[in-house]
Every structure is written in C-alpha cells, then in structure tokens.
C-alpha cells in the first residue's frame, strides 16, 4: 500500500530564502507525482506536475524533481516570498486516471 | 471557464443527522473524485466516477456513504446517519480523462462538523 511521507510538518523562513520540502513515497512504481498548494479554507491549487520518466519540471521560481528509484520528491523555492505561505502537499498517482495518494502537507510560513 | 464548485462551504450537524454535499465539476470532465481530510490526517481517497459509473469506492468508510453522479454531471455525498467521525474537510476534483497523465481540478471543499 502507497504511503507518502511529507517533511517537515512546518516551516518558517524569512522572506528571500530559498528553501527545499521533501517527500517520500513507499512504493517506487509511480505513474506520476503532482506538487499542491492549498491556503487556508480554500481548495488544491496544482503548482507541477512530473511523469514518471521525468526527473524534474519547473514553473517560476518553483522546480520539482524526482527521483523515482529512492522514491523521492523534492519542491524548491526561489527567493520565497510572504505569498508563498501555504500549505504544500505532495500526492503520488500508481496508475493513469486513477486516485491520488496524499502526503500530510508541509505548512511553510514567509516572514516579511 | 468556472472552477470544480462545492456546495455547502460548511456545514454543522448533530450526530445522528443527514447531510447531503454536492460538488459540480468543470464542464465537460467525465472523472470526478471525492476525497476527505480528516483532523490531522492526510487527504483521502473515497470514490471515482466516470461519467455516471463509479469507477473504484474502495475508499468509502461504510455503508452510511452513498455518493451519486445521475446523468454524468453533478455528484451528491449522502452520509446518512452521520457520525462524530465523519467530521472533515470533503474535496471534490475533477478531470477530463482524454489522457492518462492529467490534473485533477480541486473544488474548495466542504468543512462538516458532526456534534
């Protein structure tokens, strides 16, 4: 059964930082993992979404790598800003089309 | 094009009660998810539509969990009688299903709270 792990639980960084959020999953046969932001009473926003034969994507200041094998995610951030506060989560999906499995979310804070 | 909508944004009830969530997906998208957050767990899977089918509710809790999709369209999540348990966050997604490797589209989610 696919577990997926997300840490740390929160983060607080003062704004300009560049800062990393980590996820791992238990089984390494993945079709493919998609990086969420969620803020606060709102719904998922999907911020990248990779392939299983991809080893990275990028979108602005956010690049998502993974690395199927040691089963892998990370998010980075660039120059983070007081908007980037949110909660992120990572979900991993075994098959095309078929349910997401979710981490517990990182709650990162941007300090001004 | 308008977002996956859910209806109602919160909803407080006395365990025992019946409450009826509805989620509308983005036009024209045959997938449609139903997930829950619980406190302090992570999200999770209940069920999966295609069109009007369900594709897989290996995720529904129990029998207290009836979900409809009539005419492919909206979908409604019955929990009938609701439980202390069932309290949550409910998120409905949706997605095309033209491809294998799409998004999922997430609504705003419906906070219950069963007393």
């Known amino acids: 059964k696919q577990e997926v792990t997300q840490i740390p639980a929160a983060l607080s960084v003062p704004e300009g930082e560049n800062l990393v959020l980590n996820c791992s999953f238990t089984?390494?046969?993945?079709?493919?993992l998609q990086w969420f932001r969620q803020d606060p009473g709102k719904g998922l926003t999907s911020l990248l979404l990779?392939?299983?034969?991809?080893r990275e994507q990028t979108s602005g200041r956010l690049n998502a790598s993974l690395d199927k094998s040691s089963g892998r995610s990370t998010l980075y951030i660039a120059a983070s800003q007081p908007g980037d506060s949110a909660t992120y989560l990572c979900?991993?999906?075994?098959?095309?089309?078929?349910?997401?499995?979710f981490g517990k979310g990182t709650r990162l804070s941007v300090i001004a | 094009e308008a977002g996956v909508t859910q209806f109602p944004s919160h909803s407080v009830i006395e365990k025992g009660q019946t409450v009826t969530l509805r989620c509308d997906p983005i036009?024209?998208?045959?997938?449609l998810y139903w997930y829950r957050r619980v406190m302090g767990k992570e999200i999770k899977f209940l069920l999966h539509?295609?069109?009007?089918?369900?594709?897989?509710e290996s995720g529904m809790p129990n029998n207290r969990f009836l979900a409809e999709r009539t005419g492919g369209t909206y979908s409604t999540l019955k929990v009938q009688p609701a439980e202390l348990e069932d309290s949550g966050v409910y998120f409905c997604?949706?997605?095309?299903?033209?491809?294998?490797?799409?998004?999922?589209?997430f609504g705003p989610g419906t906070r219950l709270l069963v007393l």
């Open positions: 089984d390494s046969a993945i079709y493919n």
């Open positions: 990779i392939q299983s034969s991809q």
């Open positions: 539509f295609v069109k009007e089918s369900k594709q897989d």
């Open positions: 979900a991993v999906r075994d098959k095309g089309n078929t349910p997401l499995v």
């Open positions: 997604a949706s997605s095309r299903g033209r491809t294998s490797w799409e998004t999922q589209y």
């Open positions: 036009s024209g998208h045959d997938n």
